[in-house]
């Protein structure tokens, strides 16, 4: 098993299927990991600590609140708990998650020990489901764990078969083997772009037509901080050069904040030569005012003439900035002609990968789903069908991890030829 760093958190909340997560706390003990188990309440009174620290070799934790709790010595310390062990976590499995556990997590209830441990967590979060097939088919369950994903939120599929309550189907825990294997994929995927920098940016760019008005775009930015959390949760060190956005990375990284799109192409001539990809999502404006006016337009008369001026193409020029880099591009258009537009992209701005997609038809701008078109310069085109941008993100990511090792493999290829 690969050698990982810091601790993976084990949540228990109060489902009877708790008992089977002993075994798999084991399995990692013997291969040389710490774990500590943090348990519900409501789980305490099912099954006992004891069984939880005698695997683990830790002392369980549940209480938000310890007996004997004083303020002052927090005060001297500078130490919270729960903040401490959210610091800690290489990864959080929450094994079993009850149909509550799950709702409140999606509506970021933190009101006891877990549920603010992984509120004030970066590491990722697996949510594994144990409940009543009922509960599991409920609209609100599926509209909460849809929820949870969207915001990043890793879930395993519940298994099939009789349970506990005698009910038959969907809503026994993931088999203990299946959440092993989960676990260890996703703290791979935590060192898989270690040591690479890479430049992501979102958001739409705003042009001043006067001291009050901007010329700008719908973008809110979702995509954009898809992809740079689901970089820096692969161990990727990202800079996000943004321009409007309706939200916020929840990972660490480094923001750069432009508005017009002069302020984001110099910003990227400052960094791209030292990092190893850029991931262009953002939506640069096409246009700008020729002569912004100084004060405010005088909105008392019917018609004013606006003179429009064509911006710069900045994907144009960074291959030329940094021939090494693997650049990707987005493509937004309305209509038939999605791929050939991709096409001129890449022949255009030598783009190692272009997503494109069409923002004509289902609701994309402000929404959490979209469906894409990834295009390559000598691969065929893949369309991924309507989906969340998060699960847009993990492709894109994941054709990226391939082609920053193909440009690798061909950088030694070179060097090899040169020595020999």
Same mark, same amino acid.
């Given at each position: 098993?690969?050698?990982?760093?810091k601790?993976?958190?084990? $949540?228990?909340?109060?489902?009877i299927?708790a008992f089977?997560?002993?075994?798999?706390?084991r399995?990692?003990? /013997?291969h040389?990991?710490?774990s500590?188990?943090?348990?519900?309440?409501?789980?305490v009174?099912?099954?006992?600590?004891?069984?939880?620290e005698?695997?683990?070799?830790?002392?369980?934790?549940?209480?938000?609140?310890?007996?004997g709790f004083?303020?002052?010595?927090?005060?001297?310390?500078?130490?919270?708990e729960?903040i401490?062990?959210?610091?800690?976590?290489?990864?959080?499995?929450?094994?079993?998650?009850?149909?509550?556990?799950?709702? =409140?997590?999606?509506?970021?209830?933190?009101?006891?020990?877990?549920?603010t441990?992984?509120?004030?967590?970066?590491?990722?979060v697996?949510?594994?489901?144990?409940?009543?097939?009922?509960? #599991?088919?409920?609209?609100?369950?599926q509209?909460?764990?849809?929820?949870?994903?969207?915001?990043?939120?890793?879930?395993?599929?519940?298994?099939?078969?009789?349970?506990?309550?005698?009910?038959?189907?969907? *809503?026994?825990?993931?088999?203990?083997?299946?959440? /092993?294997?989960?676990?260890?994929?996703?703290?791979?995927?935590?060192?898989?772009?270690?040591?690479?920098?890479i430049?992501?940016?979102?958001?739409?760019?705003e042009?001043?037509?006067?001291?009050?008005?901007?010329? $700008?775009?719908?973008?809110?930015?979702?995509?954009?901080?898809?992809?740079a959390?689901?970089?820096?949760?692969?161990?990727?060190?990202?800079?996000?050069?943004?321009?409007?956005m309706e939200? #916020?990375?929840?990972?660490?990284?480094?923001l750069?904040?432009?508005?017009?799109v002069?302020?984001?192409?110099?910003?990227?001539?400052?960094?791209?030569?030292?990092?190893?990809?850029?991931?262009h999502?953002a939506?640069?404006?096409?246009?700008?005012?020729?002569?912004?006016?100084?004060?405010?337009?005088?909105?008392?008369?019917?018609?004013?003439?606006?003179?429009?001026?064509?911006?710069?193409k900045?994907?144009?020029?960074?291959?030329?900035?940094n021939?090494?880099i693997?650049?990707?591009?987005? =493509?937004?258009?309305?209509?038939p002609?999605? *791929?050939?537009?991709?096409?001129?992209?890449?022949?255009r701005?030598g783009?190692?990968?272009v997503?494109?997609?069409?923002?004509?038809?289902?609701?994309?701008?402000?929404h959490?789903?979209n469906e894409?078109?990834?295009?390559?310069?000598?691969?065929?085109?893949?369309?991924?069908?309507?989906?969340? =941008? /998060?699960?847009?993100?993990?492709?894109?990511?994941d054709?990226?991890?391939f082609?920053? =090792?193909?440009?690798?493999?061909?950088?030694?290829?070179?060097?090899? /030829?040169?020595?020999?």
């Amino acid at each position: 098993m690969p050698d990982f760093p810091k601790i993976i958190l084990f $949540g228990i909340s109060s489902g009877i299927a708790a008992f089977k997560i002993v075994s798999l706390i084991r399995h990692f003990k /013997r291969h040389g990991h710490e774990s500590i188990v943090l348990m519900t309440e409501h789980a305490v009174q099912m099954i006992p600590p004891a069984q939880f620290e005698k695997a683990s070799g830790n002392k369980v934790a549940y209480r938000l609140f310890p007996e004997g709790f004083d303020y002052k010595a927090v005060l001297r310390r500078r130490r919270v708990e729960h903040i401490s062990l959210a610091e800690k976590a290489a990864l959080i499995c929450i094994a079993p998650a009850t149909a509550n556990i799950i709702a =409140k997590l999606a509506h970021g209830i933190a009101d006891d020990l877990l549920g603010t441990v992984v509120l004030a967590t970066q590491a990722p979060v697996l949510i594994c489901p144990s409940m009543n097939p009922n509960m #599991w088919n409920k609209p609100i369950t599926q509209s909460n764990v849809n929820r949870l994903i969207a915001m990043g939120y890793h879930v395993l599929k519940p298994a099939s078969g009789r349970l506990a309550c005698g009910a038959q189907g969907l *809503g026994r825990l993931p088999s203990p083997a299946s959440i /092993r294997k989960e676990i260890i994929k996703m703290l791979d995927h935590g060192k898989q772009f270690a040591g690479k920098r890479i430049i992501v940016t979102a958001g739409g760019t705003e042009e001043p037509v006067d001291a009050v008005r901007i010329l $700008g775009n719908r973008s809110s930015g979702k995509m954009g901080v898809c992809l740079a959390e689901e970089l820096s949760s692969r161990g990727a060190e990202v800079t996000l050069i943004h321009g409007r956005m309706e939200v #916020w990375p929840c990972r660490p990284m480094k923001l750069i904040r432009t508005m017009r799109v002069e302020e984001m192409a110099q910003a990227l001539r400052r960094v791209v030569a030292n990092n190893d990809a850029l991931v262009h999502a953002a939506a640069v404006g096409d246009f700008r005012a020729r002569s912004p006016l100084a004060g405010k337009m005088d909105s008392k008369r019917a018609e004013r003439a606006l003179e429009l001026v064509r911006t710069p193409k900045i994907i144009d020029t960074i291959k030329r900035l940094n021939p090494n880099i693997v650049l990707v591009g987005f =493509k937004a258009e309305t209509g038939p002609g999605l *791929g050939q537009a991709a096409a001129a992209l890449i022949e255009r701005s030598g783009a190692d990968m272009v997503v494109a997609n069409d923002v004509g038809g289902k609701p994309v701008f402000g929404h959490d789903e979209n469906e894409v078109l990834l295009a390559f310069p000598s691969r065929k085109a893949r369309l991924l069908k309507r989906t969340s =941008k /998060r699960k847009i993100a993990e492709e894109v990511v994941d054709e990226l991890a391939f082609l920053l =090792k193909r440009r690798l493999k061909r950088s030694a290829v070179s060097q090899a /030829r040169v020595l020999g």
